[in-house]
């Protein structure tokens, strides 16, 4: 089993659009989690932390589930500028991170 | 602040042949991370080093990949020889000793 899974995508949404992702990890004492955007041939950025339960930044959401092990994230009303990869990263200690193959999300007109 | 500098943007080569990279972290980020990333796929971590030891090296290639960071700052990356499998972009990142890496922009390796 992969340390961290998601779904790849792409996922197709209209402007204005709910959309939600999510990804399941595999180590149980993972402490901290994030999500990071990466645009076309751009480096991963640091979109969202998730150290509890949730966060909220605007219209985006991150939730964590430490009994299922799994985070989600919300994008609403989507922008065009929301198109991107978007990877599921788990912190496993150490100062190292894990990231999981991205989801990619495709937002048209 | 200036963020993690990298170079080449990009390089092509033959296999066979040999290719290195350099990466210059953010100024006093003493962990300092090359990450490959293949096409469709998230960064895998290669090597990390902590000021100039290397904390963790066990999925870098050793029979064809290299990498130093011998005083601590900068850093390079060194494949010889190269295979069509490294077809790939090679990222580097530092931290500041916390769960947040800085990412650069990356360098495009295409090994013909």
């Known amino acids: 089993r992969k340390e961290v899974e998601q779904d790849p995508g792409p996922f197709n949404v209209p402007e204005g659009a709910t959309v939600a992702f999510n990804c399941t990890y595999s180590?149980?004492?993972?402490?901290?989690f994030f999500w990071y955007r990466q645009d076309c041939r751009k480096e991963p950025k640091l979109l969202m932390s998730?150290?509890?339960s949730g966060n909220e930044d605007g219209r985006f959401t991150a939730q964590l589930n430490r009994a299922s092990q799994y985070i989600s994230l919300l994008i609403r009303d989507s922008k065009l500028s929301d198109s991107a990869t978007y990877l599921c990263v788990v912190y496993t200690g150490f100062q190292k991170l894990v990231f999981g193959t991205g989801t990619r999300l495709l937002v048209s007109p | 602040e200036a963020g993690v500098a990298q170079s080449p943007r990009y390089k092509i080569i033959e296999k066979r042949q040999s290719v290195a990279f350099w990466c210059n972290p953010i100024?006093?980020?003493?962990?300092l991370y090359w990450y490959q990333q293949i096409l469709g796929q998230g960064p895998k971590l290669l090597i990390q080093f902590q000021n100039n030891g290397v904390v963790d090296d066990s999925q870098l290639p050793k029979d064809r990949f290299s990498a130093e960071r011998l005083k601590g700052v900068d850093s390079t990356l060194k494949i010889q020889p190269a295979k069509l499998e490294d077809s790939a972009v090679y990222l580097c990142?530092?931290?500041?000793?916390?769960?947040?890496?800085?990412f650069g922009p990356g360098t495009r390796l295409t090994v013909l």
């Open positions: 180590n149980s004492a993972s402490q901290s």
């Open positions: 990142a530092s931290s500041a000793g916390t769960d947040t890496q800085y």
């Open positions: 998730v150290y509890s």
């Open positions: 100024s006093g980020h003493a962990t």
